[in-house]
C-alpha cells in the first residue's frame, strides 16, 4: 500500500527564517510527486511537479527537491503570506494513477 | 485558469436527509474527483469519474453514490445523511490522470 507521510505537522517561523518541510513515500514505483498550497477555507492549489530523483523546482521562495525517498519543499526568507498548509500527494507507476496524499504541514510565519 | 465550482460553501442538514453536493468545472477535463478532508485525517478519496456515466470507488464509499450525466458535473450524493458525514467535501478535476488535480474551495457541510 502506497504510504506518504508529511513532518512535521506543524511549523511556526520568524519572517525571514528558512526551514524546510518533508515529504516521505513508500510506492512501488513513483510516477509523480505534486505539491500542494492549501489556504484556510480554501481547496488546495497546485505548486510543483517532480518526476525523478534530483529534480528541482522553484518558485518565489519556494524550491522543490526529490530523492528516492523522500521530497522537501524549502521555503528561503518566508513572509506572513506564506503562511498554509502544504500538502503532499504520490502517484504510484502502477495501477490507476490516483494520488495519495498526505496529512500536511501547516506553517505559519509570524512578522 | 481552470475552473472547478461547488455550488455551496456551507450547508447544513439533518440526519437522514438526502443530501447532493454539486461540482462543474470549465475545462473539459475527463476526470472528476470527490474528496473529504478532516482534521488530523487529510484528503481521503470518496469516489472518482474518468468519463461520462463512468464511475469508480475511492478509499471510503460508503455511504455516499455518485452521479456524472454531463462531462462537466459531479455531484455527490450522500444517500441518508448521518453524523459522521459532517466534513469538508472537495471537488477536483483533471484532463490525464497522471496530471495534477484542480480543486474547488469546497463546501462545509454539517449534519445535525
Known amino acids: 500500500e502506497d504510504q506518504v507521510t508529511q513532518s512535521p505537522e506543524a511549523l511556526r517561523l520568524q519572517e525571514g527564517e528558512s526551514s524546510s518541510l518533508n515529504c516521505s513515500y513508500t510506492?512501488?514505483?513513483?510516477?509523480?510527486l505534486f505539491w500542494y498550497r492549501q489556504d484556510p477555507g480554501k481547496g488546495p492549489e497546485f505548486l510543483f511537479t517532480?518526476?525523478?530523483a534530483g529534480e528541482e523546482k522553484e518558485k518565489e521562495r519556494l524550491k522543490a527537491t526529490l530523492t528516492k525517498k523522500e521530497s522537501f519543499l524549502h521555503i528561503t526568507a518566508p513572509k506572513p503570506e506564506d503562511s498554509a498548509t502544504y500538502l503532499c500527494?504520490?502517484?504510484?507507476?502502477?495501477?490507476?494513477?490516483?494520488?495519495?496524499f498526505g496529512r500536511g504541514t501547516s506553517l505559519i510565519v509570524h512578522p | 485558469d481552470v475552473k472547478v465550482t461547488q455550488s455551496s460553501r456551507y450547508l447544513v442538514k439533518r440526519t437522514g436527509e438526502k443530501v447532493f453536493l454539486e461540482c462543474v468545472q470549465d475545462?473539459?477535463?475527463?476526470?472528476m474527483f470527490w474528496y473529504r478532508q478532516d482534521p488530523g485525517l487529510g484528503l481521503r478519496l470518496i469516489y472518482f469519474?474518468?468519463?461520462?456515466?463512468?464511475?469508480e470507488k475511492g478509499d471510503i464509499p460508503e455511504g455516499y453514490s455518485v452521479s456524472r450525466e454531463k462531462k462537466e458535473r459531479f455531484s455527490l450524493i450522500l444517500e441518508s445523511a448521518s453524523t459522521n458525514q459532517t466534513s469538508m467535501y472537495l471537488c477536483?478535476?483533471?484532463?490525464?490522470?497522471?496530471?495534477?488535480?484542480?480543486f474547488g474551495d469546497g463546501t462545509r457541510l454539517s449534519i445535525l
Open positions: 477536483a478535476s483533471s484532463y490525464r490522470l497522471d496530471q495534477p488535480q484542480h
Open positions: 510506492v512501488s514505483g513513483l510516477r509523480g
Open positions: 517532480l518526476y525523478s
Open positions: 500527494a504520490v502517484q504510484a507507476s502502477g495501477g490507476s494513477y490516483i494520488p495519495t
Open positions: 475545462m473539459d477535463h475527463e476526470n
Open positions: 469519474s474518468y468519463d461520462v456515466k463512468m464511475k
